[in-house]
Structures are given as structure tokens and as C-alpha cells.
């Protein structure tokens, strides 16, 4: 595994200031992360530049499943099914400590969005079209079976269930390792650099202007060819280029909240009706489970997307309306996050119709930007642009490069040979420490957090000498962070690297101040610079309950 480091990031810079690139991908999410693997296993010299940390945006805000989109069987969008489908069963595959099979329940009330009949000619046609073999093949419970497998669910309008195969993953931990596998391919990819403007030549864009966000430096980085990556930002980049179309952006907004799992403890995932006819999802995850989400147009600042009171209370009263012996309230709530999907508008449709496919535009100057499209299909998104980029250089410069290989690359972490091997190594960590008063699920969050990068971990945690064991975990997991995933802040790790944001806030405050005290002490902060990073994390931290 190649280092990357916050210490190599100037040695990054001095590389993206002297090489001509092939391309140079702007946005660190699950496509510019996709993207930036494909071309680089390709032989393309690559560079991405992210703004901010890597999946800061969209890809850290989604509802964590690698789904098969069942959904989309009822707009009839048979090929998004089928391509999806086949998506997830490949990129478990490549990562299956990131990418976890989770048994889903689609209960059939009285009035529901999907009947018997229906649900079970769907899901047939779901298992087909997603190639799903084995004990993922879907099945039809009756309402007895149904109750067994999740007691909560209402027995007075219950009819029966379908349950089916889907997968959970941990979107920004997906996008990391795939900006870290693009390293063995000699990717430059680096966060905290903001694109100010392009550069052209003979009228094509032929590189961009940067600041260091950390350091205010601003330089160049030269390419042949560009990519727009950014997500929900897209069109303000395409801006940049002085692009006037008529196809643009339509942003939706998607909320989900999150509870100690002992209020909500559904037995698995479980997918159901809402009573204004949309679905939501309730998955647990470790000590949490979480719900959402909602689907609702946003035209406020990208920047800033917030859960508010509105959006809680939608959520709240689905869930209680889902599960009458649960009741909760709004105090119980420990966690929220809301991010933006980029879909691409149509005239009439509200947000919650509108297709997941994704579409890619082509500039006069040759800006090339994607947007749409699905955490599931980022593989194959990726695949199509670069296809596009390696004829454009065939074209242009005669120059050839492989196809993709992505299919069969492993991801850092991932080398695992399948489902099994992952549950038998998460015993192997637990036996490791179990006898320090860390618990199963310890191990499991370790494990799918980290796969096998958790001995680098645990070799590190054995040279700390606290005497609290979870202060030193806390403390190896910084500096493996640090020094292996280009963390720059305690907000880099505890949201995006760890998690802990969402699924463990409790911890957050009970770890602040020492993930505080170590970034300052391995980035020689001073006082100033480590009050100011201190105010940040508390403002996150409020941010995330600031409805309440």
C-alpha cells in the first residue's frame, strides 16, 4: 500500500505543478474516485482535485447502500435495474468488508405502494435482471413469517413481506479506497484544492488554476483533457466555462436521521411505505439505526445543506407510522445529515420521479462534466467517460490506451476471498482484543471500516502506552488516518474517515479532545490554528442536531 499522507501533499503539488497530465478530474466524490482508478489502471496520467475533503459532498451523504435499485421497476427503467444490479454484486467483490450483504424487508400493508402480486412478479424480475443467485433470491413471507423476521412491523394492516438481497457500504470509505487504489496506478489525487479558473488553448481547456486551501498557494496544473466531476456543483464549474445550456441541473435534497438502535431495533433493513406514497428506508448499523430519506427540491446554498425541522418531523412521523410500538421523538434523535443529488432536469417531473440515469455533456472548449447517476453505478459511469476521454486522445494524438480494468481490481483493504472470509477475519481482530474490553462489534467496526489495513492499526495501537485501551485505539486510528489517508482535520476523521459523526456521536464527544490534541501535535499547530480547528468541530457538531 502507498503512503498518503498530509506530509506528502507538497511533494503532490510540486508533481501537479510539473507534469502535463492526460486528464485531470475536478471532484473527489464516488465518480471523480471512480473515474480516477479507471483512467490511471488505463496508463493515463491522472490528477484529481477536490475542494474539500474527498466525498464531502454528496458521496458521504447518501442513504450507504449499494441497492439494486428496485425502484426503478416501477418507472419501468429496466436497463438502470439491470446494469445497477449486476453493479453491486461486482463491487462486493472488490471490497467485501466495504460492501455488505443486507437482508432487506419490503412489508405489504393495506393501502401500500406495492401489492402481493406485484411485489412478487417485481422482485422475480428484480432477481433476473441483477443476476441474484442463491440465498439472495428473493422470497414471499406471509404475515406470520413476516412478524417473526421483523416484530415490529404493524400487525393490524400487515399482509406479508418480500425479502430480498441488498448491500450497505459506507459511501466515504468506498470513495477513499478508491482514491487510495488509484495510487498504485501513479494517480495524483489531492483534497483541499479549489479549481479558481481554466486555462486554455486555441479555445480548449488545457488546465486550471488552483488555491491550496490550507496554504492559500495558487498554481497551475496543465492537461489535456478535463473532467467535471463535482457533483451538485457541476453547473456552477460549468459556469466557469461560460457554458449557457438549456440542460441543467435539478438538485434534490435527501435528509436521514439517526437513533440509538435500541429505540429503533429492526431485526434488518427494512424498506417501506410512506403514507404519501413515497418509500423510506430504516437500516441498522452497529449501536444505531438510521432512516430516511427525503426527496424534495433545493435551490439554497450547496454549500451549506442542513436537516431542519421540517425534514425530522417528516421522517419521525413515517417511521412511528411504520412502527406504532416505537414512538419516537424528536429528542431521541442523535444524529442527522442531508446532501444533494444531482439529477438532470425535466419539465413537469417533481424530484422524487425524476431518473437516476447518468448523462454526460461535452463543451465546445472540451470540458467534459457528468453528472446523475447512482452510488451503485459509479464503475460503470466511470467506464464511459474515460472510453470517451481515450478516443478523444486516440483522435487527437494518436495515442492508445487499454480498457478498463476496474472489474477486476481489488480495493485497498478488500483482499478478501468473499463474505465469509471477512465475518472469519472479524473473529481473528475480536480474539485479538477482546481481553482490553473491546466488544464484537469493535472488531466489526474495525473490519468494515478498515478490512485488513486494521493490523496497520493494531500494530500501531500496541506502542501507545495509556492505559484506557479505547485511548489508544482512538489515537491509531489518527495516525493511520494521517499518514495513510490524507486526513487534514479532526472533521476529516470523524466524519468521513471514522464515521463516529453519525453512527457513534456519543464518542465524538468523549474522544474530542484528544483527536484534537493529536492532529495539533502531528501538524504543530499553535494555539490560534488549534482553537480555530476546535470551533469548527463544535459547530459540525451542532450542525448535525441543530433542528432540536
Known amino acids: 500500500m502507498k503512503r498518503f499522507s498530509f506530509f506528502d501533499r507538497e511533494n503532490t503539488i510540486n508533481e501537479l505543478q510539473s507534469i502535463e497530465f492526460d486528464v485531470l478530474i475536478i471532484g473527489g466524490g464516488i465518480t471523480g474516485a471512480g473515474i480516477a482508478l479507471d483512467a490511471a489502471s488505463r496508463g493515463m496520467k491522472v490528477a484529481l482535485v477536490e475542494k474539500n475533503d474527498f466525498a464531502s459532498g454528496t458521496s458521504s451523504k447518501s442513504t450507504k447502500l449499494i441497492h439494486g435499485g428496485l425502484r426503478y421497476l416501477k418507472q419501468f427503467d429496466f436497463w438502470l435495474v439491470k446494469e445497477v444490479g449486476m453493479e453491486r454484486a461486482i463491487v462486493h467483490k472488490l471490497a467485501p468488508h466495504l460492501v455488505v450483504p443486507e437482508k432487506m424487508i419490503l412489508p405489504l400493508v393495506d393501502g401500500g405502494t406495492y401489492g402481493s402480486w406485484l411485489t412478487s412478479v417485481g422482485l422475480k424480475v428484480y432477481d433476473v435482471l441483477a ?16 412478524l417473526v423476521k421483523e416484530p415490529l412491523l404493524p400487525k393490524h394492516k400487515l399482509k406479508g413481506a418480500g425479502y430480498y438481497a441488498e448491500y450497505r457500504t459506507d459511501d466515504a470509505r468506498l470513495t477513499l479506497e478508491l482514491i487510495k487504489t488509484s495510487l498504485n496506478y501513479d494517480a495524483k489525487p489531492i483534497n483541499y484544492l479549489e479549481v479558481l479558473e481554466f486555462l486554455y488553448e486555441d479555445n480548449r481547456v488545457a488546465g486550471a488554476t488552483v488555491k491550496d486551501v490550507l496554504t492559500n498557494t495558487v498554481f497551475n496544473i496543465k492537461s489535456k483533457y478535463i473532467i467535471n466531476a463535482t457533483g451538485p456543483w457541476v453547473d456552477r464549474l460549468r459556469l466557469k466555462n461560460q457554458i449557457n445550456t438549456s440542460k441543467k441541473l435539478r438538485l434534490s435534497k435527501g435528509v436521514h436521521l439517526v437513533v440509538d438502535y435500541d429505540k429503533l431495533p429492526v431485526k434488518q433493513s427494512v424498506y417501506f411505505d410512506i403514507p404519501d406514497g413515497r418509500m423510506m428506508f430504516a437500516i441498522p448499523r452497529g449501536r444505531s439505526t438510521y432512516f430516511g430519506t427525503t426527496d424534495t427540491n433545493y435551490q439554497g446554498n450547496k454549500d451549506e445543506v442542513k436537516t431542519d425541522l421540517v425534514d425530522a418531523m417528516y421522517l419521525i412521523a413515517a417511521v ?229
Request: aromatic share 12%; net charge neutral.
Open 131 to 146: 443476476a441474484v443467485e442463491g440465498e439472495d433470491k428473493r422470497k414471499m413471507l406471509n404475515q406470520s413469517e413476516a
Open 320 to 548: 412511528n407510522n411504520m412502527f406504532p410500538d416505537v414512538l419516537i421523538s424528536i429528542d431521541d434523535i442523535k444524529s442527522s445529515w442531508a446532501g444533494l443529488r444531482p439529477l438532470i432536469h425535466e419539465e413537469g417531473k417533481p424530484a422524487s420521479e425524476l431518473s437516476r440515469k447518468d448523462e454526460i455533456f461535452i463543451a465546445k472548449s472540451e470540458l467534459i462534466s457528468i453528472a446523475g447517476g447512482k452510488l451503485t453505478g459509479y464503475r460503470k459511469m466511470a467506464e464511459r467517460i474515460v472510453d470517451l476521454v481515450a478516443k478523444k486522445h486516440l483522435r487527437r494524438f494518436s495515442k492508445e490506451f487499454k480498457k478498463t480494468q476496474t472489474e477486476q481490481i481489488l480495493l485497498s483493504g478488500g483482499k478478501f476471498e468473499n463474505f465469509d472470509d471477512v465475518k472469519n477475519y472479524i473473529k481473528v481482530i475480536y480474539k485479538r482484543i477482546f481481553e482490553d474490553k473491546f466488544s464484537e462489534k469493535d472488531a466489526q467496526y474495525l473490519v468494515y471500516n478498515y478490512g485488513k489495513q486494521t493490523e496497520i492499526i493494531l500494530n500501531k495501537y500496541d506502542e501507545f502506552i495509556e492505559k484506557h485501551p479505547h485511548e489508544k485505539m482512538i489515537k491509531a486510528e489518527v495516525w493511520y488516518t494521517i499518514h495513510n489517508e490524507m486526513a487534514c482535520t479532526p472533521i476529516d476523521f470523524f466524519m468521513r474517515r471514522t464515521g463516529r459523526f453519525y453512527f457513534d456521536i456519543d464518542s465524538v464527544h468523549r474522544y474530542k479532545t484528544i483527536v484534537l490534541n493529536e492532529f495539533s501535535n502531528y501538524f504543530f499547530w499553535d494555539k490560534e490554528e488549534e482553537e480555530k480547528k476546535k470551533e469548527e468541530l463544535l459547530k459540525k457538531l451542532e450542525e448535525v442536531i441543530s433542528f432540536k
